[in-house]
């Protein structure tokens, strides 16, 4: 084993990943399976990763990589762990697909060894970091490390290099109706669209808005629009009452920022001598856990 190599299993699975291209050029034919090193492994003794967060694969993408093996053989080795007398897939799940169609009978692999939650944390990592999953998918491997994992959210914006705001982001999606997350899912509204979506508390309207989204492809800046019209329908004026403070565009701006920070509507009241209160509703114990995670609060 070469420095090089030896320093990258020092580093981890994103060193030896990037490092791959180089080391893959000195492969040996025929390799006994080693922890840590790079070796050709039988295809057939490769078992998919039951963690893989990544349920769609771009079936033209994939023959695109076919041709490459074909032509350039695998630059990248993919990652495996000793499972009995066969192996289980970390990463790299569409090189072995494409591998497959491309008729290899063996394919190069860094082998190493990992416990289950191990393997499920490197392959939802290394899969959001990598891979273009689409905002349904992201959202799903957060929660599984959430759930799985016993992350914190802020403990997992850490491990994927994402603000606990982005995170929340993603993990609110899933409350979405499923007819709303497919469309995500399938590239009918984008990441913008969903958020303003998430705006609407009734499921009806909610519904009806991304139809229109979809039918009249409209712009996340005019779904942003129509979300405020359904929401905060112009009123009336009226007179005006002795000592009242109406609320100011600062205040309503920052209103909305903390409404999309809690994901929760949240109301500030202001009185002259600018003394006044925040109200952060919720709906459960859950959502009120969910609140207190935000805030850093544990009880």
Do not use: W
Request: glycine share 6%.
């Amino acid at each position: 084993m070469s420095a090089k190599q030896k320093n990258a299993l020092g580093r981890g699975l994103g060193a030896l990943l990037n490092e791959a291209s180089d080391d893959s050029l000195r492969i040996p034919k025929k390799a006994t399976p080693t922890l840590g090193g790079i070796n050709e492994v039988d295809i057939e003794l490769i078992e998919t990763n039951p963690y893989q967060p990544r349920t769609h694969f771009d079936e033209e993408a994939l023959n695109e990589l076919k041709d490459s093996i074909k032509t350039q053989g695998i630059i990248q080795p993919i990652t495996v762990r000793k499972v009995g007398s066969k192996y289980q897939l970390i990463s790299g799940e569409r090189r072995l697909q494409a591998s497959k169609l491309a008729g290899l009978k063996k394919i190069p692999a860094y082998v190493r060894s990992a416990n289950d939650q191990q393997m499920l944390e490197m392959a939802l990592i290394e899969n959001i970091q990598r891979e273009n999953l689409n905002a349904i998918e992201v959202a799903l491997s957060y929660q599984r490390l959430i759930s799985e994992c016993d992350l914190k959210q802020e403990e997992l914006g850490d491990r994927v290099g994402k603000k606990r705001s982005t995170v929340t982001n993603y993990l609110r999606l899933l409350k979405l109706p499923p007819d709303v997350q497919a469309g995500i899912r399938d590239g009918e509204v984008s990441m913008g669209h969903a958020r303003a979506l998430i705006g609407i508390e009734n499921v009806d309207i909610l519904l009806e808005v991304y139809k229109k989204i979809v039918q009249q492809g409209l712009s996340v800046r005019k779904t942003e629009e129509l979300v405020r019209l359904l929401t905060n329908p112009p009123q009336a004026k009226v007179p005006a009452i002795a000592g009242s403070k109406a609320t100011s565009p600062e205040i309503q701006k920052l209103q909305s920022e903390l409404s999309s920070h809690f994901g929760s509507k949240v109301q500030i009241k202001a009185d002259e001598k600018n003394k006044g209160e925040i109200k952060i509703p919720f709906v459960s114990t859950q959502d009120l856990n969910r609140i207190l995670e935000i805030l850093d609060i544990s009880l």
